[in-house]
Protein backbone atom coordinates (compact mmCIF):
# COMPACT_ATOMS: atom_id res chain seq x y z
CA UNK A 1 0.00 0.00 0.00
CA UNK A 2 3.03 1.87 0.74
CA UNK A 3 4.73 1.69 -2.40
CA UNK A 4 1.51 2.13 -4.70
CA UNK A 5 1.00 5.43 -2.36
CA UNK A 6 4.56 6.76 -3.63
CA UNK A 7 4.13 5.93 -6.72
CA UNK A 8 0.52 7.62 -7.94
CA UNK A 9 1.74 10.66 -9.15
CA UNK A 10 3.66 9.93 -11.98
CA UNK A 11 7.74 10.83 -12.54
CA UNK A 12 7.09 13.68 -14.67
CA UNK A 13 4.48 14.99 -12.66
CA UNK A 14 6.65 15.13 -9.64
CA UNK A 15 9.65 16.48 -11.81
CA UNK A 16 6.76 19.36 -13.29
CA UNK A 17 6.10 20.15 -9.87
CA UNK A 18 9.91 20.54 -8.62
CA UNK A 19 10.54 22.50 -11.90
CA UNK A 20 7.84 25.04 -11.42
CA UNK A 21 8.95 25.69 -8.06
CA UNK A 22 12.55 25.97 -9.75
CA UNK A 23 11.11 28.22 -12.07
CA UNK A 24 9.06 30.48 -9.32
CA UNK A 25 13.33 30.62 -7.59
CA UNK A 26 14.48 31.41 -10.51
CA UNK A 27 12.34 34.32 -11.13
CA UNK A 28 12.48 35.75 -7.19
CA UNK A 29 15.95 35.53 -7.65
CA UNK A 30 16.35 38.17 -10.28
CA UNK A 31 14.08 40.47 -9.25
CA UNK A 32 16.08 40.29 -5.93
CA UNK A 33 19.39 40.64 -8.36
CA UNK A 34 17.76 43.33 -10.47
CA UNK A 35 17.39 45.38 -7.30
CA UNK A 36 20.74 44.93 -6.56
CA UNK A 37 22.01 46.08 -9.86
CA UNK A 38 19.94 49.37 -9.11
CA UNK A 39 21.31 49.71 -6.01
CA UNK A 40 24.88 49.62 -7.25
CA UNK A 41 23.82 52.00 -10.41
CA UNK A 42 22.98 54.52 -7.92
CA UNK A 43 25.76 54.42 -5.52
CA UNK A 44 23.32 52.75 -2.44
CA UNK A 45 25.34 49.32 -3.01
CA UNK A 46 25.84 48.29 0.71
CA UNK A 47 28.97 46.28 1.40
CA UNK A 48 31.32 45.17 4.28
CA UNK A 49 35.01 46.40 5.16
CA UNK A 50 37.05 43.47 6.87
CA UNK A 51 39.19 45.03 10.11
CA UNK A 52 41.78 42.94 11.79
CA UNK A 53 42.58 43.65 15.26
CA UNK A 54 40.84 45.76 17.69
CA UNK A 55 38.62 49.07 17.77
CA UNK A 56 41.05 51.70 18.43
CA UNK A 57 42.07 55.10 15.69
CA UNK A 58 44.94 53.42 14.04
CA UNK A 59 43.47 50.16 12.11
CA UNK A 60 43.91 47.90 9.41
CA UNK A 61 40.63 47.89 7.11
CA UNK A 62 41.06 45.24 3.89
CA UNK A 63 44.38 44.23 4.61
CA UNK A 64 45.42 48.67 4.70
CA UNK A 65 46.56 50.82 7.45
CA UNK A 66 43.97 53.45 7.96
CA UNK A 67 43.39 56.31 10.48
CA UNK A 68 39.37 55.35 11.56
CA UNK A 69 37.03 58.33 12.00
CA UNK A 70 33.81 55.95 12.07
CA UNK A 71 33.93 54.14 15.09
CA UNK A 72 31.56 55.05 17.48
CA UNK A 73 34.43 54.19 20.59
CA UNK A 74 33.78 57.53 21.89
CA UNK A 75 36.14 57.28 24.83
CA UNK A 76 38.48 54.59 23.64
CA UNK A 77 37.14 51.67 26.06
CA UNK A 78 36.67 49.38 23.63
CA UNK A 79 40.34 47.99 23.60
CA UNK A 80 40.83 49.16 27.48
CA UNK A 81 43.20 47.01 28.88
CA UNK A 82 41.38 46.94 32.30
CA UNK A 83 37.81 45.83 30.15
CA UNK A 84 39.50 43.64 28.38
CA UNK A 85 41.07 42.06 31.73
CA UNK A 86 37.64 42.15 33.32
CA UNK A 87 35.97 39.83 29.63
CA UNK A 88 39.01 37.27 29.61
CA UNK A 89 38.11 37.31 34.24
CA UNK A 90 34.31 37.15 33.26
CA UNK A 91 34.48 34.10 30.70
CA UNK A 92 36.66 31.78 33.21
CA UNK A 93 34.65 32.51 35.54
CA UNK A 94 31.06 32.34 33.56
CA UNK A 95 32.01 30.63 30.22
CA UNK A 96 31.36 32.34 26.87
CA UNK A 97 27.76 32.00 26.45
CA UNK A 98 24.92 32.46 28.80
CA UNK A 99 23.02 29.48 27.95
CA UNK A 100 19.46 30.57 28.05
CA UNK A 101 17.05 33.63 28.15
CA UNK A 102 16.98 36.02 31.24
CA UNK A 103 13.64 34.29 32.24
CA UNK A 104 15.40 30.74 32.12
CA UNK A 105 18.73 30.27 33.28
CA UNK A 106 20.69 32.89 31.62
CA UNK A 107 20.41 35.59 34.19
CA UNK A 108 23.65 35.51 35.68
CA UNK A 109 24.92 37.35 39.06
CA UNK A 110 27.14 39.21 36.23
CA UNK A 111 24.40 40.83 34.79
CA UNK A 112 22.38 41.81 38.11
CA UNK A 113 24.99 43.16 39.43
CA UNK A 114 25.65 45.51 35.93
CA UNK A 115 21.56 46.25 36.20
CA UNK A 116 21.90 47.67 39.88
CA UNK A 117 25.44 49.61 38.66
CA UNK A 118 23.48 51.18 35.48
CA UNK A 119 20.19 51.92 37.87
CA UNK A 120 23.16 53.54 40.51
CA UNK A 121 24.42 55.29 38.17
CA UNK A 122 21.50 56.79 36.45
CA UNK A 123 19.81 57.52 39.39
CA UNK A 124 16.81 55.55 38.10
CA UNK A 125 15.19 53.01 40.61
CA UNK A 126 16.09 49.97 38.21
CA UNK A 127 17.27 48.92 35.18
CA UNK A 128 16.88 46.38 32.51
CA UNK A 129 19.72 44.79 29.67
CA UNK A 130 18.71 43.90 26.31
CA UNK A 131 20.73 42.22 24.03
CA UNK A 132 21.46 45.34 21.91
CA UNK A 133 19.70 48.67 22.10
CA UNK A 134 16.90 47.80 18.55
CA UNK A 135 15.90 45.12 20.60
CA UNK A 136 15.07 47.44 23.70
CA UNK A 137 13.55 50.08 21.63
CA UNK A 138 11.00 47.85 20.19
CA UNK A 139 10.74 46.03 23.74
CA UNK A 140 9.72 48.84 25.33
CA UNK A 141 7.28 50.68 23.15
CA UNK A 142 5.14 47.18 21.72
CA UNK A 143 5.16 46.98 25.80
CA UNK A 144 3.92 50.45 26.61
CA UNK A 145 0.95 51.07 23.77
CA UNK A 146 -0.52 49.16 21.16
CA UNK A 147 -4.02 50.05 18.85
CA UNK A 148 -5.73 52.95 20.05
CA UNK A 149 -2.71 54.82 21.45
CA UNK A 150 -0.69 57.36 18.83
CA UNK A 151 3.42 57.64 19.02
CA UNK A 152 5.54 60.59 18.40
CA UNK A 153 8.45 60.44 16.76
CA UNK A 154 10.88 62.92 15.84
CA UNK A 155 11.23 62.49 12.30
CA UNK A 156 15.12 62.20 12.63
CA UNK A 157 14.97 59.16 14.96
CA UNK A 158 17.00 56.42 14.75
CA UNK A 159 15.29 53.30 12.71
CA UNK A 160 15.05 51.39 15.20
CA UNK A 161 12.62 54.05 17.06
CA UNK A 162 11.01 54.57 14.14
CA UNK A 163 10.46 51.08 13.51
CA UNK A 164 9.58 49.93 17.51
CA UNK A 165 6.81 53.13 16.51
CA UNK A 166 5.66 51.03 13.58
CA UNK A 167 5.48 47.88 14.92
CA UNK A 168 3.62 48.78 18.38
CA UNK A 169 0.01 48.79 16.40
CA UNK A 170 -0.17 52.33 17.88
CA UNK A 171 -0.59 55.24 15.16
CA UNK A 172 2.47 57.14 14.75
CA UNK A 173 3.04 60.83 13.83
CA UNK A 174 6.43 62.54 12.76
CA UNK A 175 7.11 65.79 14.11
CA UNK A 176 9.41 68.09 12.47
CA UNK A 177 13.04 67.74 13.97
CA UNK A 178 13.66 69.31 17.08
CA UNK A 179 10.87 71.36 16.43
CA UNK A 180 8.40 70.86 19.66
CA UNK A 181 5.93 73.41 18.93
CA UNK A 182 4.82 71.44 15.58
CA UNK A 183 5.02 67.72 18.60
CA UNK A 184 2.60 70.52 20.41
CA UNK A 185 0.28 70.82 17.97
CA UNK A 186 0.01 66.94 16.84
CA UNK A 187 -0.49 66.04 20.56
CA UNK A 188 -3.37 68.59 20.89
CA UNK A 189 -5.13 66.92 18.23
CA UNK A 190 -4.38 63.07 19.90
CA UNK A 191 -8.65 62.03 20.70
CA UNK A 192 -8.26 58.91 22.91
CA UNK A 193 -5.57 56.13 23.99
CA UNK A 194 -2.48 56.83 25.61
CA UNK A 195 0.36 59.34 23.95
CA UNK A 196 4.12 58.26 23.91
CA UNK A 197 7.24 60.56 22.53
CA UNK A 198 10.10 59.37 21.12
CA UNK A 199 13.50 61.15 20.43
CA UNK A 200 17.00 60.62 20.53
CA UNK A 201 18.83 61.97 22.95
CA UNK A 202 21.74 63.02 20.49
CA UNK A 203 21.01 62.06 16.50
CA UNK A 204 23.43 60.00 15.56
CA UNK A 205 23.94 61.22 11.32
CA UNK A 206 23.72 65.01 12.51
CA UNK A 207 25.53 64.73 16.39
CA UNK A 208 22.66 67.71 17.74
CA UNK A 209 21.04 67.29 20.86
CA UNK A 210 17.49 66.96 21.78
CA UNK A 211 16.11 69.84 23.22
CA UNK A 212 14.88 67.71 26.55
CA UNK A 213 13.75 70.89 28.23
CA UNK A 214 11.03 71.69 25.88
CA UNK A 215 9.94 68.52 25.31
CA UNK A 216 9.62 67.57 29.04
CA UNK A 217 7.42 70.91 28.85
CA UNK A 218 5.48 69.38 25.99
CA UNK A 219 5.07 66.42 27.16
CA UNK A 220 3.86 67.78 30.80
CA UNK A 221 1.66 69.78 29.59
CA UNK A 222 -0.37 67.01 27.11
CA UNK A 223 -0.03 64.08 29.57
CA UNK A 224 2.38 62.22 27.26
CA UNK A 225 5.02 59.79 28.10
CA UNK A 226 8.26 60.65 27.25
CA UNK A 227 11.02 58.72 26.03
CA UNK A 228 14.64 59.37 25.31
CA UNK A 229 17.05 56.91 23.13
CA UNK A 230 20.40 58.05 24.35
CA UNK A 231 22.70 55.41 22.84
CA UNK A 232 25.11 58.61 21.81
CA UNK A 233 24.97 60.57 24.37
CA UNK A 234 25.50 58.62 27.65
CA UNK A 235 29.21 58.38 29.02
CA UNK A 236 29.81 60.76 26.98
CA UNK A 237 27.40 63.95 27.96
CA UNK A 238 27.10 65.73 31.17
CA UNK A 239 30.08 66.59 34.35
CA UNK A 240 29.77 62.70 35.16
CA UNK A 241 29.13 61.07 32.21
CA UNK A 242 25.41 60.66 32.76
CA UNK A 243 23.89 61.73 29.32
CA UNK A 244 21.83 64.30 27.80
CA UNK A 245 19.69 64.40 31.19
CA UNK A 246 22.57 65.63 33.10
CA UNK A 247 23.74 67.74 30.02
CA UNK A 248 20.53 69.93 30.91
CA UNK A 249 19.66 69.05 34.15
CA UNK A 250 16.61 67.49 33.48
CA UNK A 251 15.30 65.33 36.65
CA UNK A 252 14.92 61.95 36.27
CA UNK A 253 11.05 61.77 37.03
CA UNK A 254 10.36 64.04 33.81
CA UNK A 255 12.08 60.91 31.38
CA UNK A 256 10.28 58.15 32.65
CA UNK A 257 11.90 55.83 30.25
CA UNK A 258 15.24 55.82 29.56
CA UNK A 259 17.41 54.26 27.07
CA UNK A 260 21.06 53.62 26.28
CA UNK A 261 23.32 51.31 24.71
CA UNK A 262 26.93 49.72 25.99
CA UNK A 263 28.44 49.22 22.60
CA UNK A 264 29.72 52.81 21.87
CA UNK A 265 30.94 55.25 24.92
CA UNK A 266 31.24 52.06 27.06
CA UNK A 267 32.69 49.79 24.66
CA UNK A 268 31.30 46.23 25.17
CA UNK A 269 27.70 45.34 23.82
CA UNK A 270 23.99 45.60 24.81
CA UNK A 271 21.65 48.17 25.70
CA UNK A 272 19.39 48.96 29.00
CA UNK A 273 16.11 50.44 30.00
CA UNK A 274 15.89 52.52 32.62
CA UNK A 275 12.72 53.35 34.79
CA UNK A 276 9.99 53.28 37.42
CA UNK A 277 10.37 49.51 39.34
CA UNK A 278 6.66 49.14 37.84
CA UNK A 279 8.02 50.00 34.12
CA UNK A 280 11.12 47.51 34.44
CA UNK A 281 8.71 44.74 36.11
CA UNK A 282 5.95 45.50 32.85
CA UNK A 283 8.61 44.89 30.70
CA UNK A 284 9.71 41.58 32.17
CA UNK A 285 6.24 40.35 31.42
CA UNK A 286 5.14 42.33 27.57
CA UNK A 287 8.70 42.71 25.87
CA UNK A 288 8.86 40.05 23.48
CA UNK A 289 12.85 41.17 22.77
CA UNK A 290 13.51 40.69 26.57
CA UNK A 291 11.52 37.32 27.25
CA UNK A 292 12.27 35.31 24.02
CA UNK A 293 16.23 35.84 23.31
CA UNK A 294 19.46 34.39 24.98
CA UNK A 295 20.86 36.79 27.29
CA UNK A 296 24.21 38.46 26.15
CA UNK A 297 26.99 36.44 27.97
CA UNK A 298 27.91 37.05 31.55
CA UNK A 299 31.39 37.92 30.35
CA UNK A 300 30.46 40.92 28.76
CA UNK A 301 28.58 42.07 31.93
CA UNK A 302 31.81 42.30 33.90
CA UNK A 303 33.40 43.98 31.26
CA UNK A 304 30.65 46.53 30.93
CA UNK A 305 30.75 46.97 34.73
CA UNK A 306 34.37 47.76 34.31
CA UNK A 307 33.78 50.31 31.85
CA UNK A 308 31.21 51.83 33.68
CA UNK A 309 33.78 51.91 36.68
CA UNK A 310 36.20 54.04 34.15
CA UNK A 311 33.76 56.31 33.09
CA UNK A 312 32.93 57.38 37.03
CA UNK A 313 36.54 57.49 37.89
CA UNK A 314 38.18 59.27 34.66
CA UNK A 315 36.73 62.01 33.83
CA UNK A 316 39.48 63.28 31.80
CA UNK A 317 38.55 60.82 29.10
CA UNK A 318 35.74 62.84 28.50
CA UNK A 319 37.25 66.15 28.95
CA UNK A 320 39.67 64.42 26.51
CA UNK A 321 37.07 63.65 23.84
CA UNK A 322 35.68 67.48 24.24
CA UNK A 323 39.04 69.03 23.74
CA UNK A 324 39.38 66.98 20.02
CA UNK A 325 35.99 67.99 19.43
CA UNK A 326 36.89 72.06 19.86
CA UNK A 327 40.05 70.95 18.25
CA UNK A 328 38.67 69.15 15.26
CA UNK A 329 36.33 72.21 14.68
CA UNK A 330 38.89 75.26 15.06
CA UNK A 331 41.22 73.66 12.32
CA UNK A 332 38.47 73.08 10.23
CA UNK A 333 36.81 76.71 10.75
CA UNK A 334 40.35 78.05 10.02
CA UNK A 335 40.50 76.07 6.25
CA UNK A 336 36.81 77.15 5.53
CA UNK A 337 35.63 73.18 6.02
CA UNK A 338 31.59 73.50 6.56
CA UNK A 339 30.21 71.65 9.14
CA UNK A 340 27.26 71.18 10.77
CA UNK A 341 26.49 73.13 13.95
CA UNK A 342 27.34 69.65 16.06
CA UNK A 343 29.02 70.10 19.44
CA UNK A 344 29.08 66.07 20.00
CA UNK A 345 31.68 63.57 18.35
CA UNK A 346 29.43 63.32 15.54
CA UNK A 347 30.66 66.03 13.21
CA UNK A 348 29.08 65.41 9.54
CA UNK A 349 29.83 66.56 6.71
CA UNK A 350 26.96 67.52 4.08
CA UNK A 351 28.02 66.78 0.34
CA UNK A 352 24.64 65.90 -0.65
CA UNK A 353 24.95 64.03 -4.16
CA UNK A 354 25.43 60.45 -3.00
CA UNK A 355 27.58 59.28 -5.69
CA UNK A 356 29.94 62.69 -4.61
CA UNK A 357 29.94 61.40 -1.27
CA UNK A 358 30.86 57.92 -2.23
CA UNK A 359 33.66 59.18 -4.16
CA UNK A 360 35.03 61.24 -1.19
CA UNK A 361 35.30 58.64 1.02
CA UNK A 362 37.05 56.37 -1.09
CA UNK A 363 39.29 59.40 -1.89
CA UNK A 364 39.89 60.04 1.25
CA UNK A 365 40.17 56.02 1.61
CA UNK A 366 43.10 55.93 -0.66
CA UNK A 367 44.81 58.64 1.44
CA UNK A 368 44.32 56.25 4.55
CA UNK A 369 42.01 57.76 6.31
CA UNK A 370 38.42 55.52 6.76
CA UNK A 371 35.61 57.93 6.55
CA UNK A 372 32.47 56.16 5.72
CA UNK A 373 30.13 57.67 3.41
CA UNK A 374 26.14 57.90 4.79
CA UNK A 375 23.29 57.84 2.26
CA UNK A 376 19.41 57.45 1.89
CA UNK A 377 17.41 55.99 3.21
CA UNK A 378 19.74 56.38 6.06
CA UNK A 379 19.56 60.19 5.53
CA UNK A 380 17.45 62.07 3.88
CA UNK A 381 17.60 62.41 0.08
CA UNK A 382 20.16 65.05 -0.98
CA UNK A 383 21.96 64.97 2.29
CA UNK A 384 24.63 62.21 1.82
CA UNK A 385 27.05 62.86 4.14
CA UNK A 386 30.96 61.63 5.76
CA UNK A 387 29.92 61.16 9.33
CA UNK A 388 33.01 62.11 10.67
CA UNK A 389 33.20 60.36 14.48
CA UNK A 390 35.73 61.77 17.00
CA UNK A 391 37.15 59.77 19.91
CA UNK A 392 39.47 60.35 23.29
CA UNK A 393 41.73 58.42 21.85
CA UNK A 394 42.41 60.38 19.04
CA UNK A 395 45.75 62.16 18.55
CA UNK A 396 45.99 65.70 17.51
CA UNK A 397 48.31 64.15 14.85
CA UNK A 398 45.53 62.09 13.69
CA UNK A 399 43.24 65.07 13.38
CA UNK A 400 45.67 67.30 11.96
CA UNK A 401 46.37 64.60 9.05
CA UNK A 402 42.42 64.39 8.65
CA UNK A 403 41.78 67.76 8.56
CA UNK A 404 44.66 68.50 5.65
CA UNK A 405 42.98 65.30 3.74
CA UNK A 406 38.99 66.83 3.90
CA UNK A 407 40.92 70.58 2.34
CA UNK A 408 42.37 68.35 -0.38
CA UNK A 409 39.27 66.63 -1.08
CA UNK A 410 37.97 67.10 -4.16
CA UNK A 411 33.96 67.40 -4.54
Same mark, same amino acid.
Given at each position: ??????????????????????????????? *?? =? !?? /???? +????? $????? @????????????????????????????????????????????????????????????????????????????????????????????????????????????????????????????? *?? =? !?? /???? +????? $????? @?????????????????????????????????????????????????????????????????????????????????????????????????????????????????????????????????????????????????????????????????????????????????????????????????????????????????????????
Amino acid at each position: MCLQKRNSFSAPQRLCGENNLFITSIVNLKN *LS =N !EL /DQRK +AQHLY $RFRRI @SDGPQQPEMIIDGKAVISFCSNDYLGLANHPDVKTAFIDGIQQYGTGSGAAHLINGHSRAHHALEEELAEFTGYPRTLLFSTGYMANLGVVQSLVGKGDSVFEDRLNHASLLDAGLLSGARLMRF *LH =N !ET /DNLA +AKLAR $RKQGE @SLVLSDGVFSMDGDIADLPALVRVCNDHDAWLMIDDAHGFGVLGENGRGTMEHYGVSRKDIPVYMATLGKALGTAGAFIAGSNELIDTLIQRARTYIYTTSSPPAVAEATRASLSIIKSQPELRARLQSNIQYFRRCCEQLGICLTDSRTAIQPIIIGDTQTTVAASEQLLAQGIHITAIRPPTVPEGTARLRITLSAAHKLAHIDKLVTALHMLKY
